[in-house]
């Protein structure tokens, strides 16, 4: 060992470089210790009209922890940076934040293939960095600037990606649309499936039954998820719905309810739907109970329908990123200080991507009416009276 800092301390030369060898070879020691991979047991999964359902064992590896780990912080700062633009008036409107609710977008992502289809309603962040889109273009779009992944002009509800169809802004409007895309899917037999979401406020809406008949009729490839996360804007799912039982609202459509706070529960759950839909069986519903720490919107404390303390003990006790952190950490897939590396340089992207997203120029007014059809020649659009005209350019 000796020789090897001597070593390594010749090539870097100085007292410090001696220091930041001996660091390089303990951190080389450390990372032989960890382990490559651990098995846990999760919670098993209520069923409805299954034989089987998701395994009750999961097989973590080390790479795949510490990818999760850092897509869940990524998830959890750039909401949090979101609330603190919102609240100095940078961003505007509509914006509905997805923290607290992180395990159900990694742990679903983790769960099919980037080829697969997803479509969500408008607390839809989280699910624009899972499909591919940077932070940087994420917070661009919520602050209206020409860099935001929709050029500015679609906001917060509004952001979409290669198989990722938004950002709905109408209340359960994206389940039907969800099934358009599987029926697509079916078609063209590409093998693809499609991960329709929606909230338990919109369960009740008589759309999603329509679609789970169509469905269920024509057995396309779609998987329903329902996120319970207890409250339709203030309203307490209790209050709102007659069953609360939302993995059984598909009726002669299997369907499953997952943990929703841990995200290897959502990712096994994922996979046995999604070989469930490639198999032909057709549609299955599944129901990820979870919790938003924030209100519905930015509009709403979030505390005048449940109490602080109610928000404070699920943060204690089934917190996602806390969760894995604390199985990561029990298991010796990672150490304290690597994940403390990880939460700084998140920290530090975050806020980069923050300064792009207020100091991007805005979209220009000729833009405004720019891809409102594709592929289509030039045409003149009326502006906000008679004689403004605007051109619309594909």
């Given at each position: 060992m000796q020789?090897?800092?001597?070593?390594?301390?010749n090539?870097?030369?100085?007292?410090?470089?001696?220091n930041q060898a001996?660091?390089?070879?303990?951190?080389?020691?450390?990372?032989?210790?960890?382990?490559?991979?651990?098995t846990?047991?999760?919670?098993?999964?209520?069923?409805h009209?299954?034989?089987?359902g998701?395994?009750?064992?999961?097989?973590l590896?080390?790479?795949?922890?510490?990818k999760?780990?850092r897509?869940?912080q990524?998830?959890?700062?750039?909401e949090?940076?979101?609330?603190?633009?919102?609240?100095?008036?940078?961003?505007?409107?509509?914006?509905?934040?997805?923290?607290?609710?992180?395990a159900?977008?990694v742990?679903i992502?983790?769960g099919?293939r980037?080829?697969?289809?997803l479509i969500?309603a408008y607390?839809?962040h989280?699910?624009?960095?899972t499909?591919?889109?940077s932070?940087?273009?994420?917070l661009?779009?919520?602050?209206g600037?020409?860099g935001?992944?929709?050029?500015?002009?679609?906001?917060s509800m509004?952001m979409?990606a290669?198989?990722?169809?938004?950002g709905?802004?109408?209340?359960?409007?994206?389940v039907?649309?969800?099934a358009?895309v599987a029926l697509?899917?079916?078609?063209?037999?590409?093998d693809e499936?499609c991960?329709?979401?929606?909230?338990?406020g919109?369960?009740n809406?008589?759309?999603?039954f329509?679609?789970y008949n169509?469905?269920?009729?024509?057995?396309?490839?779609?998987?329903f998820?329902?996120?319970?996360?207890?409250?339709?804007?203030?309203?307490?799912?209790?209050?709102?719905?007659?069953?609360t039982?939302y993995y059984?609202?598909?009726?002669?459509?299997?369907?499953?309810?997952?943990?929703?706070m841990?995200?290897l529960?959502?990712?096994?759950?994922?996979?046995?739907a999604a070989?469930?839909c490639?198999?032909g069986?057709?549609?299955?519903?599944?129901?990820?109970?979870t919790?938003?720490y924030?209100?519905h919107?930015?509009?709403?404390?979030?505390i005048?329908?449940?109490?602080?303390?109610?928000?404070q003990e699920?943060r204690?006790?089934?917190?996602?990123?806390?969760?894995l952190?604390?199985?990561?950490?029990n298991?010796n897939?990672?150490?304290?200080?690597?994940l403390?590396e990880?939460?700084?340089?998140v920290?530090?992207d975050i806020e980069e991507?923050?300064?792009?997203?207020?100091?991007?120029?805005?979209?220009?007014l000729e833009?405004?009416?720019?891809h409102?059809f594709?592929?289509?020649?030039?045409m003149?659009?009326?502006g906000?009276?008679p004689?403004?005209?605007?051109?619309?350019?594909?």
């Open positions: 020789k090897m800092l001597t070593l390594i301390a090539v870097l030369k100085g007292s410090a470089a001696k001996t660091r390089i070879v303990v951190a080389t020691r450390m990372y032989a210790d960890f382990a490559s991979e651990a846990f047991d999760i919670k098993k999964c209520d069923t009209r299954l034989e089987d998701p395994p009750t064992k999961s097989v590896t080390r790479e795949d922890a510490l999760y780990y897509t869940m990524v998830i959890r700062r750039m949090l940076k979101a609330d603190q633009l919102y609240k100095q008036k940078i961003i505007r409107g509509f914006c509905h934040l997805y923290d607290g609710q992180e159900c977008a742990g992502e983790s099919i980037l080829t697969d289809h969500t607390r839809s989280g699910y624009t960095y499909r591919g889109v932070v940087r273009e994420i661009a779009e919520l602050t600037r020409r935001g992944c929709a050029k500015g002009k679609g906001g509004h979409y290669k198989n990722f169809y938004g709905n802004g109408i209340v359960g409007a994206q039907p649309l969800g358009g697509a899917c079916k078609y063209k037999g590409t499936v991960v329709s979401l929606y909230g338990d919109a369960a809406q008589g759309q999603i329509e679609t169509m469905a269920s009729l024509w057995k396309l490839p779609c998987i998820i329902c996120e319970n996360n207890k409250y339709g804007m203030g309203t307490s799912v209790e209050r709102a719905a007659a069953s039982d059984k609202r598909g009726d002669f459509i299997p369907g499953i309810r997952v943990d929703g841990d995200i529960c959502v990712r096994e759950a994922t996979k046995f070989d469930h490639r198999s069986k057709g549609p299955i519903v599944m129901e990820l109970q919790y938003r924030h209100g919107s930015m509009s709403d404390p979030g005048s329908y449940r109490t602080r303390e109610e928000i699920v204690s006790k089934s917190d996602p990123i806390s969760m952190k604390d199985r990561m950490l298991n897939l990672a150490s304290v200080e690597e403390k990880i939460d700084v340089e920290r530090k991507a923050a300064q792009f997203a207020t100091t991007d120029p805005e979209p220009p833009e405004l009416c720019n409102v594709y592929n289509e020649p030039p003149e659009v009326r906000t009276n004689w403004m005209k605007l051109k619309s350019i594909s």
